[in-house]
């Protein structure tokens, strides 16, 4: 399933994992997250509920990733990589930005909206 994120004039693509996480997620859709900077590397914003986890976890991430961080309801774009492992309880990847675009996140000041729909 493929997605369009939007943050003010930055539009990027991505393409959404087949697991029961990222299936949970995309049942929110469309939805607008305000997301802050989190250590230079990770825009994240805090759902309004829990999704349903399946999967290993993950205690790492590229550049690029979309991924549930249950404790805090939060989900993560991953824009840079700071060599810093994802703390337990880890992670689900729900699925990656497209053509690497994710950097553009970078260039946003302080906290964004940020809309997230299906676009197939």
């Known amino acids: ?16 994992d087949d697991n029961a996480t990222a299936r949970d997620f995309a ?18 914003g805090r759902l309004s509920r829990s999704l ?14 979309i991924a549930y961080w249950s404790p805090g309801l939060d989900i993560a774009v991953f824009y840079a990589h700071d060599g810093e492992s ?10 990656k930005i497209d053509h690497l675009g994710a950097d553009a996140l970078k260039k946003c000041d302080g906290a964004v909206d940020v809309a997230i729909e299906v676009i197939d």
């Open 86 to 95: 994802i703390p337990d309880p880890g992670m689900v990847i729900l699925g």
């Open 27 to 44: 049942s929110l859709l469309p939805l607008t997250l305000r997301m802050d900077d989190l250590f230079k590397r990770e825009r994240y």
């Open 52 to 65: 349903a986890v399946g999967g290993e976890p993950r205690f790492s991430y590229e550049i690029g990733d």
């Open 1 to 16: 399933m493929s997605i369009r994120l939007t943050a003010g004039e930055t539009v990027l693509t991505a393409t959404l």
